[in-house]
Nanobody, 130 residues
Framework: QVLAVESGGGVVQAGGSLRLSCAAS????????IGWFRQAPGKEREGASC????????WHSASVRGRFTISEDKVQNMIYLQMNALKDEDTAVYYC???????????????????????WGQGTQVTVSS
């Protein structure tokens, strides 16, 4: 069974930091690209950060670039999202999603295309208070 389970969300003051974790099971990060998405109330789900399975190259949306960092530990099958300098507008439910990149890259440059991802976690709430 393919599972992606997020953790690490919570309430943080503006300017603070959080690190989200995504535990992957049932699939191998050598073949699956990972995206971190977020969805704020009343808004569409948007891609924030992605990491490719082929060469671990990363992509970050303009709204988080320079503040968020995606990384992975292929031994532990874990993916992380380090979020610094958090702003009110970062408040959202954050989702980890996986896509099969066997044979062809997907997440770079199509990070934010939700239709490309086959497996989704249940989400973790991040609330930034000012």
């Amino acid at each position: 069974q393919v599972l992606a389970v997020e953790s690490g969300g919570g309430v943080v003051q503006a300017g603070g930091s959080l690190r989200l974790s995504c535990a992957a099971s049932g699939f191998n990060l050598d073949n699956y690209g990972i995206g971190w998405f977020r969805q704020a109330p009343g808004k569409e789900r948007e891609g924030a950060s992605c990491i490719s399975s082929t060469d671990s190259s990363t992509w970050h949306s303009a709204s988080v670039r320079g503040r968020f960092t995606i990384s992975e530990d292929k031994v532990q099958n874990m993916i992380y999202l380090q979020m610094n300098a958090l702003k009110d507008e970062d408040t959202a439910v954050y989702y980890c999603a996986a896509t099969d990149e066997t044979g062809a890259p997907v997440v770079i440059p199509h990070c934010g295309a939700t239709r490309n991802y086959q497996h989704w976690g249940q989400g973790t709430q991040v609330t930034v208070s000012s």
